[in-house]
């Protein structure tokens, strides 16, 4: 398996602030590096695909990039409704994987 | 708009076997593309992925699990079901069901998982 490591494994942000976490594959992925958001109590919801292609209806505020191992999610002038966990996860092999999450607290 | 809604058990014992149901609406297992994974998620911890099945009956298994799992789907009844023998306390989590996109990006094709089910927690306990 391809294992996915994030970092920071969580952080303490404000409203308006920028954060920005990294996923670093054990392995190249090319682009095939997936972003979620899951807030307490709900199920995931994709944010980005193709690294840093943003899903349907979700603010430009979110940003994906990065090739082969490394890899960031941005957000930018972050609102209280981003306060959340966030998961990477590869999609290049036949058996995906997810990073452990970092949370984004205030 | 696409839903999946998850049913099954709530409490296994240990040793026992897992059968969950995923019911999908807005989407039809016989459409070519079509894709339905499961993941699922212990209490404060990370996601793990499964399984995923394809409207061509092509099926995809975690590796650490392949021996528990079976994943099958009943195009009639528009419903996913996966199937974990030997369940362990350790199992304890909620279980998601997930339908799959894939994005054709010039020649490559980038997959997620797009419609998520609400999840439903199996908790194993004697």
């Known amino acids: 398996d391809i294992q996915m490591t994030q970092s920071p494994s969580s952080l303490s942000a404000s409203v308006g602030d920028t954060v920005t976490i990294t996923c670093r594959a054990s392995?190249?992925?090319?682009?095939?590096l997936n972003w979620y958001q899951q807030k307490p109590g709900e199920a995931p919801k994709l944010l980005i695909y193709?690294?840093?292609r943003l899903q349907s209806g979700v603010p430009s505020r979110f940003a994906g990039s990065g090739s082969g191992t490394d890899f960031t999610l941005t957000i930018s002038s972050l609102q209280p409704e981003d306060f959340a966990r966030y998961f990477c996860?590869?999609?290049?092999?036949?058996?995906?994987?997810f990073g452990q999450g970092t949370t984004v607290d205030i | 708009q696409i839903t999946l809604k998850e049913s099954g058990p709530t409490l296994v014992k240990p040793t026992q076997t897992l059968t969950l149901t995923c019911t999908l609406s807005?989407?039809?297992?016989?459409?070519?593309?079509?894709?339905v994974g499961w993941i699922r998620q212990p209490p404060g911890k990370t996601l793990e992925w499964l399984a995923l099945?394809?409207?061509?009956?092509?099926?995809r298994y975690s590796p650490s699990l392949r021996s528990r799992l079976t994943i099958t789907k009943d195009t009639s009844k528009n419903e996913v079901v996966l199937t974990m023998t030997n369940m362990d306390p350790v199992d304890t989590g909620t279980y998601f069901c997930?339908?799959?996109?894939?994005?054709?990006?010039?020649?490559?094709?980038?997959?997620?998982?797009?419609?998520w089910g609400q999840g439903t927690l199996v908790t194993v306990s004697s």
């Open positions: 996860q590869q999609s290049y092999t036949n058996s995906w994987t």
């Open positions: 997930a339908h799959r996109i894939s994005y054709h990006i010039g020649d490559t094709y980038y997959s997620g998982l797009d419609y």
């Open positions: 099945i394809f409207w061509n009956d092509e099926k």
């Open positions: 193709g690294s840093s």
């Open positions: 392995q190249r992925i090319s682009s095939y």
């Open positions: 807005g989407v039809s297992l016989s459409t070519s593309g079509v894709g």
